[in-house]
């Protein structure tokens, strides 16, 4: 939802940006370096990217990331799969007690809070988040411009709006929400 809004608002000087692995992240570096040979880039949105990435005498950056209740976003996930069975190799009648197992063997950074641990360790699963990542990664989100909460995503983009506009004067990023499963 946040990608589309920022594409119906700033057009063609909005881009996505996206490692060629799944889990991978972005260093800085190779955003810097798209953004030089794509200079009529203002906005860039990347799944990929850690939202730490500093500002630089050419580029501001204005952290945007969004967080999900995280019981809410393993039921997502359950029935995403049951429409595409993408996630996990079971059938898409599998149970959410058999999803769940699997994605616990097969894919426990997905399933073990993986937004703290993706906000506390720059987007590496080293272990199951506990205490101190919570506090991590409520310091990452403290440094970022705007955190939209996707259940509430109409009240955060009307937060981003009004965030966002000393820099980028009137902004309107109202629209449909985009990417629902539920």
């Known amino acids: 939802t946040v990608d589309y809004a920022l594409r119906q608002h700033f057009g063609s000087a909005f881009c996505t940006l996206h490692a060629s692995a799944?889990?991978?992240?972005?260093?800085?570096?190779?955003?810097?370096?798209?953004?030089?040979?794509?200079?009529?880039i203002e906005v860039l949105s990347s799944h990929h990217s850690a939202p730490?990435?500093?500002?630089t005498h050419k580029y501001i950056v204005f952290d945007i990331?969004?967080?999900?209740?995280?019981?809410?976003?393993?039921?997502?996930?359950y029935r995403h799969h049951c429409a595409k069975a993408a996630v996990v190799p079971l059938s898409r009648a599998?149970?959410?007690?058999?999803?769940?197992?699997?994605?616990?063997?097969?894919?426990?950074?997905l399933v073990s809070n993986s937004q703290v641990t993706t906000l506390a360790h720059g987007g590496h699963f080293t272990r199951p988040a506990a205490e101190p990542d919570l506090f991590?990664?409520?310091?990452?989100?403290?440094?970022c411009a705007v955190v939209c909460v996707v259940e509430r995503m109409d009240e955060s983009l009307t937060l981003a709006e009004y965030f966002l506009q000393p820099a980028f004067g009137s902004l309107n990023l109202a629209c449909p929400r985009q990417n629902v499963t539920d």
Do not use: C, N
């Open 65 to 77: 990331v969004s967080v999900r209740h995280p019981l809410l976003r393993l039921a997502s996930m």
């Open 136 to 143: 991590a990664a409520q310091e990452v989100l403290i440094r």
């Open 52 to 55: 730490w990435i500093p500002s």
């Open 22 to 40: 799944g889990d991978a992240r972005l260093p800085a570096s190779s955003i810097l370096a798209f953004l030089k040979t794509h200079p009529g």
């Open 94 to 109: 599998a149970s959410a007690r058999e999803f769940l197992e699997a994605m616990l063997d097969r894919h426990p950074h």
